[in-house]
């Protein structure tokens, strides 16, 4: 049995993580500020092996904590992940990646644990290769609502690689493609979750822009299935790994396929692009694959109908 840390347990990820973990036997503890997090989506977990602090993470304080000793592991994801959290939130979102990677680290390295850190595809901004190997440097603007999010992130895969060249913390960067499920909370704003919930209510499809921008969608089993490989393996040890499936489907291809899923009278209409929203979208995962022996195996008709039968629950409940 290994103590476990999770920042953003309260969160889609977070919370499917913590539930996996739980059910291999391993002690968590999860903290979380309850941002974008909701507390109900913590219920479910075993109260013997779970236990829950009410923080921010780039509390001061957070490091004395009595329960935050002998860890083993954290999975740092404390950070809002939809553009309509973060961008209203700019700030805050700078200091979860920022100030509370620094927390995180710190406490990596006074217990000798290891700390996997939850970067994301948006390092590389609007790409201009495709696929996206780890290698690419990115493509990203400092001037724009994106920018509190990405270049955050940048820097906290910067306090990752000071802190494991400096200090040998073992360190690993999860950089981390659009990833859905029914776990996405229904007011979370990002693509799945609209266009499901638009479908299933019988309400417009909104399409941002033409739709023709690209996204490559990740089932969440899948992620966290390759979070915990990343955790494990040793070879994962000091790198930067992309976590996503890499096949890439346009906005309005996934409009179509969800108002066929659903069997939906909705329309589909077409709303302004958002600012500096990333023209395309797609990892190379070999390095997973030869690292990790990692690779999705969820397509998105069966993610997608997964995630649907399970909305149809939610929302008659
Ligand atoms: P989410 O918004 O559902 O969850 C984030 C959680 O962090 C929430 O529970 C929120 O309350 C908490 N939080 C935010 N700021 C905090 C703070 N300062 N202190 C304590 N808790 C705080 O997002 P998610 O989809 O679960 O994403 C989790 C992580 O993975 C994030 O770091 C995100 O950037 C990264 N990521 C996610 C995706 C994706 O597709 N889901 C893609 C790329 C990267
Ligand atoms: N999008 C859309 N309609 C919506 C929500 C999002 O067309 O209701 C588009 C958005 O403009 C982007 C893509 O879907 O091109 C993915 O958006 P999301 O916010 O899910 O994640 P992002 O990858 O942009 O961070």
Redesign the pocket.
């Known amino acids: 049995m290994r103590k476990v840390v999770i920042?953003?347990?309260?969160?889609?990820?977070?919370s499917h993580l913590a539930k996996d973990l739980i059910d291999q036997g391993n002690e968590v503890i999860g903290?979380?500020?309850?941002?974008?997090?909701?507390k109900k989506n913590l219920t479910d977990l075993n109260k013997d092996k779970f236990t829950f602090i009410n923080?921010?993470?780039?509390s001061n304080e957070l490091l004395k904590h009595p329960l935050l000793k002998n860890i083993h592991e954290i999975y740092h994801?404390?950070?809002?992940?939809?553009p309509k959290?973060y961008q209203a939130r700019p700030l805050?979102?700078i200091?979860?990646n920022t100030v509370?990677t620094i927390n995180m680290l710190e406490l990596a390295k006074q217990n000798r644990a290891k700390i996997l850190y939850?970067?994301?595809?948006?390092v590389y901004g609007d790409p201009e290769v495709s696929p996206q190997p780890e290698t690419y440097r990115g493509n990203v603007n400092t001037w724009g609502p994106r920018a509190c999010?990405d270049e955050s992130?940048r820097m906290g895969e910067v306090f990752c690689y000071l802190y494991y060249s400096l200090y040998n913390v073992k360190v690993r960067v999860a950089r981390?493609?659009?990833?859905?499920s029914a776990g996405?909370?229904n007011d979370?704003g990002?693509v799945i979750s609209n266009f499901v919930i638009q479908a299933l209510t019988g309400k417009d499809i909104t399409v941002y822009g033409s739709g023709e921008q690209t996204r490559s969608f990740?089932y969440v089993t899948d992620?966290i299935a390759g979070f915990k490989k990343m955790m494990e393996n040793e070879k994962a040890n000091g790198e930067i790994i992309n976590i996503g499936n890499p096949t890439e489907y346009k906005i309005i291809e996934i409009a179509h396929l969800v108002k066929e899923l659903t069997n939906s009278d909705s329309h589909i209409i077409f709303l302004p692009l958002p600012e500096d929203d990333p023209r395309q979208r797609k990892p190379n995962i070999q390095k997973a694959k030869m690292l990790l022996n990692w690779e999705p195996k969820v397509s998105i008709d069966e993610g997608l109908k997964q995630t649907i039968n399970i909305y149809k629950e939610k929302l008659v409940n």
């Open positions: 920042t953003g347990v309260a969160g889609f990820l977070g903290i979380d500020n309850l941002y974008t997090g909701k923080t921010d993470i780039c994801l404390a950070c809002p992940a939809s959290y805050e979102t200091n979860a509370g939850a970067s994301t595809s948006e999010y992130k981390i493609f659009n990833t859905y996405l909370a979370d990002r990740c992620t």
